[in-house]
């Protein structure tokens, strides 16, 4: 079988991309892990990677002049290791219009809640706030639009009455690393079969 060849985009600790790795490992797994790429050199999770012998790259945002020059060397490096799916895993940067249509289809993004419901950041701090009786996450592929792609998949979690946004997150976490590895497989099957 062959396995479509990804890239995960990390920021931070990584722990999601280490839940896509973990499943690309089995031998029927429809994806492969060929490269992790950091916007920050210091995320902590390229060690995790570089301990498994992926391939990583830090393209650090501020060392390019405008967010287009970073987008253009993101782009040729996703070329170079030859990436056919681009899953962001904690990214936190947004990535233009310009570079989405490049990879139009092939983008997939883990987001903290559950879609429409709470586009943008501190999606557990909010749901509480509001008083929201479920939460989770989604899985969706990335258009131009901010958290507005068509969804793959979601997992729901229930709020607690006495959650706080860090128990609520830890919950909602064990979901992410659940649903991403599948909504990765379910993409590369797609690209598999057309
Ligand atoms: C996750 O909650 C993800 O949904 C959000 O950022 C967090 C990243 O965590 N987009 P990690 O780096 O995968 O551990």
């Given amino acids: 079988m062959k396995k479509v060849r990804t890239a995960v985009l990390i920021s931070g600790r990584g722990s999601n991309m280490q839940a896509l790795v973990k499943a690309a490992m089995a031998p029927d797994y429809p994806a492969s892990i060929a490269l ?14 570089v301990d498994r012998g992926i391939p990583t790259r830090a393209i650090s945002h501020v060392d390019y002049p405008s967010r287009a020059a970073f987008e253009s060397e993101l782009d040729l490096t996703l070329r170079e ?28 993004n883990i987001h903290p809640s559950l879609l429409p419901a ?42 607690l009455p006495d959650d706080t ?7 909602v976490l064990e979901k992410e690393h659940y649903i991403y590895p599948q909504a990765l497989a379910v993409l590369a099957s797609t690209i598999n079969m057309s």
């Fill in 36 to 49: 992790v790429v950091s916007n920050l050199p210091e995320a902590e999770g390229l060690a995790y990677a």
């Fill in 81 to 108: 290791h030859k990436i056919e799916i681009v899953a962001l895993a904690g990214f936190m940067r947004i990535l233009t219009a310009t570079f989405i249509s490049h990879w139009t289809g092939r983008i997939l």
């Fill in 118 to 159: 709470y586009k943008g950041l501190h999606t557990h701090e909010r749901a509480i706030l509001e008083g929201a009786k479920k939460h989770g996450c989604t899985v969706h592929l990335v258009t131009a639009e901010l958290d507005a792609g068509p969804i793959v998949l979601q997992a729901e979690v229930p709020v």
């Fill in 165 to 171: 946004s860090e128990t609520l997150a830890a919950r």
